[in-house]
C-alpha cells in the first residue's frame, strides 16, 4: 500500500486538476471482518484484490486529490482465461454458472478502459470525488 500512498503524494504534489482512479470496491462494506460467513484470506481482507483497490481510495480522498474512483469490475475476457466460460452439463448443453442471483454483472473488454476515462473526463468536474461504475462513464462517449 505504500506506492499508492506514494502515487496520491505525487498526484498531490503535481497538483493536477483532475484524476482518474481504476477501482473495485471494498467488500468489507457488506461483509465486515467480523463476520464469519466468508473468510478474510490475506491479513484484513476477505477479497484482497478488491478490498485493497478499495482501501486504497481512501488515500486519495484524505490528501483532497480531485479524483473520480471508475469501477471496473468485470473484464469480458475474463471468461476466457479464468475457466469461468461455458462448461457442459450432464444434459450436454453449453451453459454458464455466475453467482449473481438476479444482480447485473456490468463488465466490457479492458481495451475499452481508455473510453471510459475519456467519458469521465468530458464531463469535467462532476465526476469528482464520486464512484462512476464503468458502464455510466463509457455511456458518455
Avoid: C
Amino acid at each position: 500500500m505504500a506506492y499508492v500512498q506514494k502515487m496520491a503524494e505525487a498526484v498531490d504534489t503535481a497538483g493536477l486538476k483532475r484524476v482518474i482512479k481504476s477501482t473495485l470496491e471494498d467488500t468489507r462494506q457488506w461483509v465486515p471482518l467480523s463476520d464469519d460467513r466468508m473468510p478474510s484470506l490475506v491479513g484484513p481482507y476477505k477479497v484482497p484484490h478488491f478490498d485493497a483497490k478499495g482501501e486504497a481510495n481512501d488515500l486519495f480522498t484524505d490528501l483532497n486529490v480531485p479524483t473520480a474512483f471508475l469501477l471496473t469490475s468485470f473484464y469480458q475476457d475474463n471468461f476466457i482465461y479464468f475457466g469461468m466460460g461455458p462448461h457442459r452439463g450432464t444434459d450436454d448443453k453449453l451453459g454458464m454458472t455466475l453467482p449473481i442471483v438476479d444482480k447485473n454483472l456490468p463488465g466490457f473488454g479492458p481495451e475499452d478502459i481508455g473510453l471510459g476515462a475519456y467519458g469521465i473526463f468530458t464531463i469535467g468536474d462532476d465526476y469528482i470525488g464520486r464512484t462512476v461504475v464503468f458502464q455510466e462513464a463509457f455511456s458518455r462517449v
